[in-house]
């Protein structure tokens, strides 16, 4: 069974642009999860989707937008892009959502550097 | 206490040695706490989810314990050999925002032969 499928893995921008990430969830999943990792710090979480619709957000900016799709697949967008939002950038799926008492399953990120 | 923190920051072990490590997290509204290990280029894994006071889990030769009244955590792994040196990270969430998870700066761990 396919785990949780990221990409692309690495990614490269310039400041100001736009960048798209791609997260496919464990079959049967209905929750994903976006946190964004920066070097030295936990997972800072930015957005919890279940069964298409947002249930949780974290302190992110406006510029941070991300949405669900019919099969449970997800994209967090990220817009004007500042040298901060550099990190890698995990997704994690889970059986259940609302209720994160359940365990999660993460894939392997994207790194994005933004220049 | 309103973040997660860990600690130490990173611990180097001798192998065959025991140790553990701390969580601590807000104790108020508290919902659910998670430890995770990260090995570098992996994924993260999930170790262990825990919602009840005095919960204590085990898996192989880690094992955790659960204060939820006074908001902290314990990893515990027995006889530390080299493939446990990973990054452990402990995640909680709570009543009042139960689908933000907050996770903490972890603890690396570094086993030495």
Redesign the interface.
């Known amino acids: 069974d396919a ?2 499928t990221q990409s692309p893995t690495h990614l490269i921008k310039t400041r100001g642009q736009q960048v798209t990430l791609r997260c496919s969830p464990i079959s049967g999943h209905k929750s994903v ?1 976006w ?1 964004q990792q920066v070097l ?6 930015i957005f ?1 989707y ?1 069964e298409k619709e947002e ?4 302190n992110f900016p406006d510029r941070f937008s991300a949405r669900q799709f019919p099969n449970y697949s997800s994209e967090l967008n990220v817009n004007a892009l500042l040298l901060g939002d550099s990190a890698l950038y ?1 997704c ?1 799926s889970s059986l259940v ?13 994207t790194r994005l550097t933004v220049v | 206490i309103l973040n997660v923190e860990q600690s130490p920051q990173s611990l180097h072990v001798q192998e065959g040695d025991s140790t553990n490590f701390t969580c601590s997290f807000p104790s108020s509204n508290f919902y659910a706490l998670h430890w995770y290990r990260w090995e570098t280029a992996k994924s993260p894994e999930a170790l262990f989810v825990m919602t009840l006071n005095g919960d204590e889990k085990k898996k192989g030769r880690i094992s955790a314990t659960l204060n939820t009244k006074e908001g902290y955590s314990y990893l515990y792994i027995k006889g530390s050999q080299p493939e446990d040196s990973a990054t452990y990270l402990c995640a909680s969430t709570r009543y009042s925002s139960a689908s933000k998870i907050i996770f903490g700066s972890g603890t690396r761990l570094s086993i030495r032969p």
């Not at chain 1, 030295?40 to 979480?45: A, H, R, S």
């Not at chain 1, 959502?97 to 990120?109: C, I, K, P, V």
Request: glycine share 26%.
């Open positions: 785990g949780v999860s946190y030295g710090q936990g997972p800072q979480f919890q279940y249930r949780g957000r974290g995990l994690a959502g609302q209720s994160l008492n359940t365990e999660a399953f993460f894939g392997q990120g």
